[in-house]
């Protein structure tokens, strides 16, 4: 990954991520770059997804389609504990 003219290193990346619930779209196509000591909010209206983004980036439900790294790690293969 290039920022300008530097290398950055994300610390969790979430590469279009999907997640839904029969016909209710929860998470549509996510894109996210954290890098590392960074702080993230996730606001927004109730049934915006918010819930569904935590649990999907903490590995207890796992994407429709796309994927969540940690330091290039996908978080599918580790067990959610």
Known sequence: ???GSRVSRA???WQ???RRYGSTVA???VRLELAEG???AVMG????????FLRVTAGLE???SGRVLCRGEDLAAIPAH
């Open 62 to 64: 796992q994407p429709d």
């Open 45 to 52: 209206p109730s049934g915006c997804g918010k819930t569904t």
């Open 27 to 29: 998470l549509d196509g």
């Open 38 to 40: 960074k702080i993230l």
């Open 1 to 3: 990954m290039r920022t």
């Open 16 to 18: 279009d991520v999907d």
């Open 11 to 13: 610390f969790l990346q």
